[in-house]
């Protein structure tokens, strides 16, 4: 099975950094668009960002814009989402997806094939 693994997850103030990682061993990820999501206790799961398939688009949810950003390093095979500037209000899980695409990604969860099983970020003072 095709099986996604997130990192870098924590607990971090407001205002503090954070990189999460996505890796699948055993398969090349750059053939891949991947998303993160995340959810936080009682709300819905939504895109946080998405980077297609040899990272040709990148897309971003408003609410963190300026902050997040996603990036692949095709020789560790593995996608990144460093976030800065964090608020308590990016407290959630947080899930890498994967989809075999072309030139495409989305922020739209049922989009994905393939999830992990989330890292836990807690944003408070």
């Known amino acids: 099975q095709f099986q996604l693994v997130e990192s870098g997850g924590g607990s971090v103030q407001p205002g503090g950094s954070l990189r999460l990682s996505c890796a699948a061993p055993g398969f090349t990820l750059d053939y891949y668009a991947i998303g993160w999501f995340r959810q936080a206790p009682g709300k819905e799961r939504e895109g946080v960002s998405c980077?297609?398939?040899?990272?040709?688009?990148?897309m971003y949810a408003d609410s963190v814009k300026g902050r997040f950003t996603i990036s692949r390093d095709n020789a560790k095979n593995t996608v990144y989402l460093q976030m800065n500037d964090l608020k308590p209000e990016d407290t959630a899980v947080y899930y890498c997806a994967a989809e075999v695409s072309v030139h495409v990604c989305s922020v739209v969860t049922d989009w994905y094939d393939y999830w992990g099983q989330g890292t836990q970020v807690t944003v408070s003072s």
């Open positions: 980077t297609s398939d040899s990272g040709g688009s990148t």
